[in-house]
C-alpha cells in the first residue's frame, strides 16, 4: 500500500448537489406557521373582549333607555311651564279682585302690587275702550340678575275693562330645556346609528390588532429568518462533510443559543474526524514506506557480504603473494578502505531502514508523563554531554498511557535533531511538561536555528532532510508512535528563534 | 432563503384572512333584516294629470298616538316620507321624498311643521292642535310619481315611512363627537369616524293594491285599497 504516500491530507471534496434541499423550505414554513398560529390566536379572545367592551359600552352610554328617558324631560318642563302660567293667572285673579273702584286709588294699589306681589314685573289697567287708566312698573332692581322672560296674564273686570299683568319666569330654565333637548336629540341620533357606530369601533380595533400581529410576525419572521440562516449554514457545511471536506466549518455567531451549541459541537466533530482521518491517513502512509524501507534493506543488505568477503579474498591473495607492485598494493589498500567504509555506512543505513520497518506497534502501560521525562533525562548522560538540558514540569502529575521504549526513541529522535541543530556549538535544549484543555501536552523546545515555515508541513515526511548524512526518518517514526499513542505531534516556532516540537497525548483514567 | 423571502406576503394575507374571519366570527355585522316584514295596506288615490301621474296617499293607520307621543315630546324630528310606483314584483327604485320637520314648543305649547321637499321651497306652519298636524301628516299634499309613460302597466304605490332617518347632517355630528370626544381630538375616534356609515333605513312600509296604468290615461282618478 503505497498509494497514499503522492496524497496529502485531503481527498477534494464532491460538488454540491443544486438547489436548495427540501427540509429548508419546509423548516421555514413551519417555523413561519408557528408564528402566524402564535401571533393570530391571541386575536380571537381579543376580538372578543373588544366585542364585549364595545357592546357594554354602547349598553350603557347609548342604551335605548337613554334616549328614551331624556327625550321625556322636554315634557317635564312643559308641566313646569304649565304651573307658572296658573300660578300667574291665579295672582293676576286676586290682583283683580282686590282692585279698588276709586280710580284715583288705582294707580296707588298697581303701585303696591308691583312693589309686593312676587314676579309680577309690570301691571296695567284698560278701560272697556282700550284706554289705559292707571299703569306700574316695577323697578328694576336684583329680581332681574340672570335673564328673564315676561310672562303675561291677562282678567277682563266685571265692569269692562281689562287688567294685564306681566309676570317673570327664569330664561335660566330655558337654557336649560334647550341643552336638555338638544342632549336628548344627540342621544336619540346615536341611539339611531348605535349599531353602527359598533360596527366601527370594532373596526378601529381590528385595524389596531391586525397592525399589531403585522407587526409581530414582521419582527417573528425576520428573527425566525437569521435562525433558519443559520441553519442553512450549518446544513451547508454538514453537506460539505458529507461529500468528504473536511474543512468545512461554521460560525457559531448568536450569542450561545442551540443553534451556536450546535455549530460549535459540529466543528469539535469535524475537528476530531479530520484528526482521525489524518492520523489514519498518515499511519498508512508510514506503513508503505516502511515496507520500501524492509524491502530495500534486504535488497542493500544482501550483496554487501559478497562483496565484503570477495575484497577479503582479493587483500588475502594480495598479501600471499609477497614482491608485487607496490603501487598496485598502496591503491588495494586504499580501495580497501572506501570499499569498507561504504559498505559500513551501507550497512548502518540497512540497519535504520530495517529498524524503522520493523518499528513495533504501541505496548502503552499508565505512567506519569513528568516521571518519564525525569528518568529519559537522568538515562541519557550524553545528552547532558552536548547541551544544556533544562526540564519544566507540572505541578500534579500528569496520568498517560505509553509505550515507555518507544516513547523514549520520540525523545531521543527530537532530542539528537536538536543537538545537530546547534552545530558545533552546545545546544539549548528546553523539556516541558504540561496539562492543557483535558491532554498532556509534552514540548521539546531549543535555540537552534529552527523551521522555515514553508518547510514545517514536510519534515514529518518519511525521507525528508536537509542534511547530507540524515536519512529523513527521525521525525517520521516520531510522528508515526505519537499518533499510535492517539496524540499529534506538531511542529512550531519557539519564541525567541528555535524549533518547537509540541505533542500532545489523551490523558489516562482518573486526575 | 428565497422561500422564506417568498413568504411574508403570503403570510400577511392569511393574517389579514384570519382576522376577516375572526371579525365575523366576534361581531355578527348584521345587515338588518330588510324588508323582512310585508308592507302594511295602503290607501292610495291616483290621477293622472298632463301625462303624469299624481298619488294622494292616506297614511292615517300611519299617524297614531304613538307617533303624536313622540313628536309632542319637545324634540325637534323629522318623518320622511317616501312614495314610489313599483313594479308588481315590489321592485323599482326611488320615489318622491317628502319631510315633515315637526317641533312641539313646550312653552308655547304649539307645533312647527316645516315641509320640505326637493325641488320645492320649504313651507313651514305654526300649529296648536295635533289634528292638524295629523290631517298634515296622513293626507299629504298628491306626491307626483312621474310621466305615466314610463311606469309599467301594473304597479303599485308604496309608501315608506321613517321617524327620524339619520341624515347626512346628523352623522357629520356623530363623526364629529366620535373624533373629538371630550374636546381634544383622538386619532382612534377619527379613525371611528371614517369608518362610521349611515344606518340602514328603518321605515314602516306601505303598500297599495295593483293599480292599471292604462286606467289614468284619460286624467282619471282611480282609488285603490
Ligand atoms: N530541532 C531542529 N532544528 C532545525 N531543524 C530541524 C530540527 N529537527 C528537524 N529539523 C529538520 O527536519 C529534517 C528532518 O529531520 P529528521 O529527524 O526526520 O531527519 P534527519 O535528522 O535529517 O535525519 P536523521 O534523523 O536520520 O539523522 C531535518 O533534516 C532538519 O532539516
Ligand atoms: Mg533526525
Redo the contacts between chains.
Keep these: 500500500m503505497i498509494t497514499p504516500l503522492a496524497t496529502p491530507a485531503a481527498t477534494p471534496p464532491a460538488p454540491a448537489p443544486p438547489g436548495?434541499p427540501p427540509w429548508?423550505?419546509r423548516f421555514?414554513?413551519k417555523l413561519?406557521g408557528a408564528l402566524?398560529l402564535a401571533?393570530?390566536l391571541p386575536?380571537?379572545p381579543a376580538?372578543?373582549l373588544?366585542?364585549w367592551l364595545a357592546d357594554s359600552n354602547a349598553g350603557v352610554w347609548l342604551a335605548p333607555r337613554v334616549a328614551e328617558r331624556l327625550?321625556?324631560?322636554?315634557?317635564t318642563?312643559?308641566e313646569l311651564?304649565r304651573a307658572r302660567k296658573a300660578l300667574y293667572a291665579e295672582r293676576a285673579l286676586s290682583l283683580a279682585r282686590g282692585l279698588p273702584h276709586r280710580a284715583a286709588a288705582q294707580a296707588a294699589y298697581l303701585e303696591r302690587a308691583v312693589a309686593t306681589v312676587p314676579r309680577l314685573q309690570h301691571a296695567e289697567l284698560l278701560a272697556a275702550d282700550g284706554r289705559l287708566l292707571a299703569e306700574a312698573e316695577r323697578p328694576r332692581g336684583r329680581d332681574e340678575e340672570g335673564g328673564w322672560r315676561p310672562v303675561p296674564a291677562e282678567v277682563s273686570l266685571p265692569g269692562g275693562g281689562t287688567l294685564r299683568a306681566t309676570f317673570s319666569i327664569e330664561a335660566a330654565l330655558?337654557a336649560e330645556?334647550d341643552e336638555t333637548?338638544e342632549l336628548?336629540?344627540?342621544a336619540?341620533?346615536?341611539d339611531?346609528?348605535r349599531?353602527?357606530?359598533?360596527?366601527?369601533?370594532?373596526?378601529?380595533f381590528?385595524?389596531?390588532?391586525?397592525v399589531a400581529?403585522?407587526l409581530a410576525?414582521?419582527i417573528g419572521?425576520l428573527m425566525?429568518?437569521r435562525t433558519?440562516?443559520r441553519l442553512?449554514r450549518l446544513a451547508e457545511a454538514h453537506r460539505r462533510v458529507a461529500a468528504g471536506d473536511l474543512s468545512a466549518r461554521v460560525e457559531p455567531a448568536g450569542g450561545g443559543d442551540e443553534v451556536a451549541a450546535l455549530s460549535e459541537g459540529f466543528n469539535v466533530m469535524v475537528e476530531e474526524v479530520r484528526q482521525g482521518r489524518d492520523r489514519i491517513v498518515y499511519l498508512e502512509k508510514i506503513s508503505g514506506w516502511q515496507d520500501v524501507a524492509r524491502r530495500l534493506a534486504h535488497e542493500i543488505k544482501n550483496p554487501l557480504t559478497p562483496i565484503q568477503l570477495a575484497f577479503q579474498q582479493l587483500e588475502a591473495r594480495w598479501r600471499a603473494t609477497p614482491g608485487g607492485d607496490q603501487t598496485f598494493g598502496r591503491l588495494l589498500g586504499e580501495a580497501g578502505e572506501i570499499v569498507r567504509q561504504e559498505v559500513a555506512t551501507l550497512q548502518r543505513l540497512v540497519e535504520e531502514f530495517s529498524a524503522f520497518a520493523r518499528l513495533p506497534d504501541v505496548a502503552p502501560a499508565p505512567a506519569d508523563l513528568g516521571d518519564f521525562v525525569t528518568e529519559f533525562v537522568r538515562t541519557s548522560p550524553q545528552l547532558g554531554d552536548r547541551a544544556e538540558v533544562t526540564v519544566t514540569l507540572a505541578a500534579d502529575r500528569i496520568p498517560v498511557a505509553l509505550d515507555a521504549a518507544l516513547m523514549r526513541r520520540v525523545l531521543v529522535n527530537l532530542t539528537e535533531n536538536a543537538v545537530q541543530a546547534a552545530g558545533p556549538a552546545r545546544a539549548h535544549l528546553h523539556l516541558g511538561v504540561a496539562r492543557a484543555r483535558e491532554r498532556a501536552v509534552l514540548t521539546v523546545s531549543d535555540e537552534g536555528p529552527g523551521v522555515e515555515p514553508a518547510l514545517r508541513p514536510r519534515v514529518f515526511d518519511p525521507y525528508f532532510t536537509t542534511k547530507g548524512d540524515g536519512t529523513g526518518l527521525g521525525l517520521a517514526i516520531v510522528k508515526k508512535i505519537v499518533l499510535q499513542h492517539g496524540g499529534e505531534v506538531e511542529l512550531g516556532a519557539r519564541p525567541g528563534g528555535g524549533a518547537c516540537f509540541t505533542i500532545s497525548l489523551p490523558l489516562a483514567g482518573g486526575p | 432563503m428565497r422561500r422564506a423571502a417568498a413568504n411574508p406576503a403570503a403570510l400577511t394575507h392569511a393574517a389579514a384572512a384570519c382576522l376577516v374571519a375572526a371579525t365575523l366570527v366576534a361581531n355578527p355585522i348584521s345587515a338588518p333584516a330588510l324588508a323582512s316584514v310585508d308592507p302594511a295596506p295602503l290607501r292610495v288615490d291616483c290621477r293622472g294629470e298632463a301625462g303624469r301621474l299624481l298619488a294622494t296617499v292616506d297614511l292615517g293607520p300611519a299617524v297614531d298616538a304613538g307617533l303624536e307621543r313622540k313628536l309632542g315630546n319637545g324634540l325637534a324630528s323629522t318623518v320622511r316620507l317616501t312614495v314610489a310606483a313599483l313594479d308588481p314584483s315590489g321592485a323599482g327604485a326611488g320615489g318622491v321624498e317628502r319631510d315633515f320637520d315637526v317641533r312641539f314648543d313646550v312653552w308655547t305649547e304649539t307645533f312647527t311643521v316645516t315641509i320640505r321637499e326637493p325641488g320645492a321651497a320649504a313651507s313651514s306652519r305654526t300649529v296648536s292642535d295635533w289634528a292638524t298636524v295629523r290631517r298634515l301628516l296622513a293626507t299629504p299634499a298628491p306626491f307626483d310619481l312621474g310621466p305615466l309613460a314610463a311606469l309599467p302597466e301594473r304597479f303599485t304605490v308604496e309608501a315608506r315611512l321613517e321617524l327620524d332617518p339619520v341624515t347626512g347632517l346628523q352623522l357629520g355630528r356623530t363623526r364629529e363627537r366620535l373624533a373629538h370626544p371630550a374636546g381634544g381630538r383622538s386619532l382612534l375616534g377619527s379613525l371611528a369616524a371614517f369608518l362610521l356609515r349611515a344606518p340602514p333605513p328603518d321605515a314602516e312600509r306601505y303598500r297599495s293594491t295593483l293599480l292599471t296604468r292604462s286606467d289614468f290615461a284619460g286624467g282619471a282618478a282611480s282609488r285603490a285599497r
Excluded: K
Excluded at chain 1, 349599531?195 to 378601529?204: A, D, F, K, T, Y
Design positions: 436548495p429548508r423550505s421555514s414554513m413561519v402566524l401571533a393570530t386575536l380571537v376580538l372578543l373588544a366585542n327625550s321625556e324631560v322636554p315634557g318642563y312643559q311651564f330655558f330645556l333637548r336628548a336629540e344627540t336619540r341620533d346615536m339611531r346609528a349599531g353602527e357606530l359598533r360596527r366601527s369601533i370594532l373596526l378601529v381590528a385595524a389596531m390588532v391586525s400581529a403585522l410576525v414582521l419572521h425566525a429568518r433558519v440562516a442553512t
